[in-house]
């Protein structure tokens, strides 16, 4: 058996730890990324969690992109950025 924190072997996925009391109620979000830009994506994801230092915290993933998602928002020059992106 695989403990709580342990990728299994079988399949790959991390076992969660129980819940604990302290923990706030939460909401699982997702999305899709295209196949060939997924390991590029979680390296970026995981280099950006280690640069803010969130990749240590509690709901890391959250506050990755809370940090960065606020950051994005006050740049004004980034408005419409992704019309001016190449798309596949």
């Known amino acids: 058996m695989t403990e709580p924190g342990q ?6 996925r991390r ?10 109620d939460t909401s699982v979000f997702s999305y899709r990324v295209p196949n060939d830009e997924a390991d590029a994506h979680r390296e970026i994801r995981e280099t950006t969690a280690k640069f803010l230092e969130t990749h240590e915290r509690p709901h890391w993933q959250f506050w990755t992109y809370a940090f960065a998602l606020a950051t994005v928002l006050q740049d004004e020059s980034l408005r419409g950025a992704g019309q001016r992106s190449p798309v596949a």
């Open 7 to 12: 990728t299994c072997e079988g399949c790959g």
């Open 15 to 24: 076992v969660p730890h129980p819940r604990k009391e302290s923990s706030p």
